[in-house]
């Protein structure tokens, strides 16, 4: 079955899918596969080039893409059979500011998501341009939580979150069709409405010391690349140089 993009935004997403086949796939590339639109539009472009003989092999960061990449035949590896570092993760985010961090975990995959790119030399964020924002925030920032007293949980989300300045936060505990969404890893998904987010690492770092907590959608110090297109198909590359040097903490002790 062909895809059509179908409105404006998905346009974009569309464009920029394409273009990161245009410029990361290669033969011999070993990938990390995005979760969420944008990654499934890259997804199927790069399906495209498999079937014309592009020899590339995927890391999936979710069910979903494991099923479409398997469906648009891209050959598959199991992320625990990595003996070196994926060349380059592509991936899409909620909100991605000017320093390339984001919010992630719209689509609820932020676990695998960040464990893909902790397991990459590079990370490149494929965005829509209307993803790009000058203050993270406006998105809701998910936070994965085991189901085991998700309350309790919630509530020392939210302790956190008012120690660190944001008063009166929304914390929702994210459903669809009156049930809670399940993560790929059997979790729950707690969605804070925290609206102008001033500290971002601290987030980032704070969040995950709390027991109960999985991952956060706070992503910060990730992104090598930020790749955005427009939707009549113009794409820019913003590059974050110090990125690179500062990660590669998985690999560095096999090297
Ligand atoms: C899934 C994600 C997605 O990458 C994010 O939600 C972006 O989605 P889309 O490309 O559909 O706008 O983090 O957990």
């Known amino acids: 079955m062909k895809y059509h993009p179908e409105t404006a935004q998905d346009q974009a997403k569309y464009a920029v899918g394409r273009a990161a086949v245009e410029r990361y796939a290669h033969d011999g590339a070993r990938l990390g596969l995005g979760s ?28 979903f893409t494991r099923d479409l990449a398997r ?19 592509l991936d899409g985010p909620d909100e991605v500011d000017h320093d390339g961090d984001q919010i992630k975990g719209g689509g609820a995959c932020l676990l695998w998501e960040r464990m893909v790119a902790e397991a990459s ?3 490149v964020c494929i965005a829509d341009d209307t993803k790009l924002v000058d203050q993270l925030g406006k998105f809701p920032m998910p936070i994965e939580v085991v189901q085991y007293g998700w309350m309790a949980t ?27 969404v399940i993560t790929d890893n059997g979790n729950f998904i707690l969605d804070a409405h925290l609206l102008a987010i001033t500290d971002k690492s601290l987030l980032d770092t704070q969040l995950n ?3 109960g907590v999985v991952e956060n959608g706070m992503f910060t110090g990730i992104v090598d690349e930020i790749l ?28």
């Open 71 to 89: 469906s648009v035949g891209i050959p598959l590896l199991d992320i625990n059979d990595l003996d070196a570092p994926l060349e380059v993760t």
């Open 154 to 180: 919630r509530r020392s989300v939210t302790a956190l979150l008012t120690d660190l300045g944001y008063v009166d936060v929304e914390i929702v505990q994210r459903s669809r069709d009156g049930e809670p």
């Open 36 to 63: 969420g639109t944008t990654s499934a539009w890259f997804v199927r472009a790069l399906g495209e080039k498999v079937e014309q003989g592009l020899d590339v092999v995927g890391v999936p960061t979710s069910n």
């Open 228 to 255: 955005m297109a427009s939707p009549n198909g113009d794409t820019r590359l913003i590059e974050l140089p110090h990125r690179k040097a500062a990660r590669k903490p998985q690999w560095r002790t096999h090297k």
């Open 209 to 211: 010391l709390i027991p």
């Open 121 to 123: 030399d590079k990370v």
